[in-house]
C-alpha cells in the first residue's frame, strides 16, 4: 500500500488506485495531486478524511473510501468535532458501507452518458416487444448495444462466430418473451444461448427493464460471493430486490447493483503493492 502521512492515522482509510486516479484527475490542483506520487490502479492508496478532503469531497463527486473496519465511507460521514464516522452503517451480506457512499456511486453511475443511451434503446426495444411490432433486428441492434455499453467486444465476437446464422432469431424468442417471465427463467433463456454467459445475460435483462433486473458479473462473484449460474442470479435478484426497498426505494435495482458495484470493485480490483497482480479492468454498469 501506498502509504501518506496524515493528521489523524486512527481514521485514515484507504482507496482503489483506478479510483483515487479519477478523483485527482478533477482537481485543478496539480500540488494535491502529486502528493500521492506514483500509484497502480491495482493497489491501495492510505488516504485521510482531513488531510484531503478536498480530493474526497468535491462539489460534484464525494469519492467513496474504505476505512479500518473494512466499510466504505465518504468524507461526510466523518465527523471532524468527534473525530469519528458518525453516519449508521448499512450492510449488503457481509459488506458494509454508509448511505452517503452508496448514493454517491449511484449518483457515479448515472452520470455515465453511454449508460443513459443503451437503457433509452432498451425503452424503445421493451415497448416494441409490448405491442408485438418487435423484429430480429431490433433485438440484433439491442444486443450489439448492451455488449458495446458492457466492454463486451469478444463476447460479442464469439456469438457472432458461433451462430452468425441463428443468433438473432435466438435473441428476439429470449427478449420478447422476458416481460412475462420470471427472474430464473429470463436468465436461464438467456445463457441457453451458446456464448452467453450470466454476466452478459444479465446486461441485456438489466438494460431492457432496469425496475426488475440488475446485472450480476465477476465482481459480484468475487466480492460479495454470488454464483455466477441461474439460480445465483435468482438469489442475487432476491437479496438486492430486498435491500432496494427497504433502504433506496426510489431507485430501480439496477442502479441499487450499480452503486453497490462501484463500491465492491475497489476492494475486488485492489492488491496490495508487493503483491501486484495483473488484474483485468471490469466494464463500468
Known amino acids: 500500500m501506498n502509504r501518506l502521512k496524515c493528521c489523524t492515522p486512527s481514521v485514515a482509510g484507504q482507496i482503489n488506485g483506478r479510483t483515487l486516479r479519477k478523483a485527482v484527475q478533477t482537481l485543478a490542483d496539480g500540488e494535491s495531486a502529486a502528493k500521492f506520487g506514483k500509484f497502480e490502479n491495482t493497489e491501495w492508496v492510505s488516504i485521510c478524511p482531513v488531510c484531503d478532503a478536498a480530493i474526497l469531497d468535491t462539489p460534484s463527486v464525494q469519492w467513496p473510501y474504505q476505512c479500518d473496519d473494512g466499510a466504505m465511507r465518504t468524507v461526510r460521514d466523518f465527523d471532524a468535532c468527534t473525530g469519528t464516522y458518525s ?51 431490433d433485438c440484433f441492434a439491442f444486443s450489439q448495444s448492451v455488449h458495446d455499453w458492457g466492454a463486451g467486444g469478444r463476447v460479442w ?33 438467456g445463457v441457453a444461448i451458446k456464448g452467453l454467459a450470466v454476466s452478459f445475460a444479465s446486461k441485456h435483462l438489466r438494460m431492457l427493464q432496469p425496475e426488475r433486473f440488475a446485472v450480476l458479473d465477476d465482481v459480484l462473484c468475487q466480492g460479495l460471493g454470488f454464483a455466477l449460474n441461474p439460480r445465483g442470479y435468482e438469489f442475487f435478484m432476491k437479496e438486492v430486490g430486498a435491500f432496494q426497498r427497504a433502504q433506496m426505494p426510489q431507485e430501480s435495482v439496477a442502479y441499487v447493483e450499480a452503486g453497490l458495484f462501484l463500491l465492491v470493485r475497489q476492494g475486488v480490483r485492489s492488491v496490495a503493492s508487493n503483491e501486484r497482480l495483473l488484474v483485468g479492468e471490469a466494464p463500468e454498469h
Do not use: M
Open 157 to 189: 465476437g464469439n456469438l457472432l462466430k458461433q451462430q452468425r446464422s441463428t443468433l438473432r432469431n435466438h435473441l428476439k424468442e429470449w427478449l420478447s418473451a422476458v416481460p412475462a417471465l420470471d427472474v430464473v427463467s429470463a436468465i436461464e433463456k
Open 87 to 137: 453516519t449508521p452503517t448499512l450492510t449488503f451480506g457481509c459488506f458494509g458501507f454508509s448511505k452517503l457512499a452508496l448514493e454517491s456511486a449511484i449518483n457515479q453511475q448515472k452520470a455515465i452518458q453511454k449508460t443513459a443511451d443503451t437503457e433509452s434503446v432498451g425503452r424503445q426495444l421493451l415497448q416494441r416487444i409490448i405491442s408485438e411490432t418487435s423484429t430480429e433486428d
